[in-house]
């Protein structure tokens, strides 16, 4: 059986779309503490997890272990083909790969739609 939204870690994508919506927790049946109104502003603090994938690819496990120094892996994309931007293993963006300094960036082309980004969450 399928867990329901009280036994599940996920949130609803409904109540989180509804939060985004509203400046602040205003809606009924909802109190802020001590008669303050706040906003989301408590999650900000949340640690998240971002990655950004250059590309995939499969390959054997006989190929695997004869991996060494100098193994050349050829990803699904191409060269100049946008990388993809994960946050806890949800695709929120794509850019391009940029130097900052002496460090690779990368410059955000297409940013996933919030309602998207919301409808994807569940």
Not at 3 to 8: D, L
Not at 77 to 106: H, Q, T, W
């Amino acid at each position: 059986m399928a867990p329901t939204n009280s036994e599940s870690s996920r949130p609803d994508p409904a109540e989180i779309k509804e939060l985004l919506q509203e400046n602040q927790l205003g809606s009924p049946g909802i109190k802020p503490p001590r008669g303050k109104a706040r906003g989301l502003d408590f999650l900000y603090d949340i640690p998240l997890q971002v990655s950004v994938e250059v590309g995939r690819s499969k390959i054997l496990l006989k190929d695997l272990l004869k991996m060494d120094e100098g193994y050349v892996i050829e990803p699904d994309k191409l060269a100049g083909e946008p990388l993809d931007l994960y946050v806890n293993s949800k695709l929120i963006a794509r850019g391009e790969a940029v130097m900052v300094g002496e460090k690779f960036g990368i410059r955000l082309t297409d940013v996933i739609s919030t309602a998207d980004r919301i409808q994807n969450l569940g």
